[in-house]
């Protein structure tokens, strides 16, 4: 069974970075595609950014391009999102999700696998 565990969120302002984090367990064919997605309240869950493990090929949203950086530690089981010049709008639950497929379009459909999520917020 795979187990994701995100931590790295917190708050801050506008313009600052944050680093989040997701420890993996359970690897399996099912976890070809790694990523991050978020979810603000009232809006639908969105895709921030993909990464094919084996590849290592990457997608991302266009509100992420140029500002933040997914990345994959074989090392350590950890799956990393580097956020830099955040946003308020950047506010949202991020998730780190598994899959069989990234879809380029980021659809969270295709991910099987969910962690529990972890909050960011960013004040402007």
């Known amino acids: 069974q795979v187990q994701l565990v995100e931590s790295g969120g917190g708050s801050v302002q506008a313009g600052g970075s944050l680093r989040l984090s997701c420890v993996a367990s359970?690897?399996?064919?099912?976890?070809?595609?790694m990523g991050w997605f978020r979810q603000a309240p009232g809006k639908e869950r969105e895709g921030v950014a993909l990464?094919?493990?084996?590849?290592?090929?990457?997608y991302y949203a266009g509100s992420a391009l140029g500002r933040f950086t997914i990345s994959l530690d074989d090392a350590k089981d950890t799956l990393y999102l580097e956020m830099n010049s955040l946003k308020s709008e950047d506010t949202a639950m991020y998730y780190c999700?598994?899959?069989?497929?990234?879809?380029?379009?980021?659809?969270?459909?295709?991910?099987?696998?969910w962690g529990q999520g972890t909050q960011v917020t960013v004040s402007s």
């Open positions: 999700a598994a899959g069989t497929f990234c879809d380029s379009a980021l659809m969270w459909e295709e991910m099987n696998y």
């Open positions: 359970g690897y399996s064919d099912r976890t070809r595609c």
């Open positions: 990464l094919w493990t084996g590849l290592r090929s990457t």
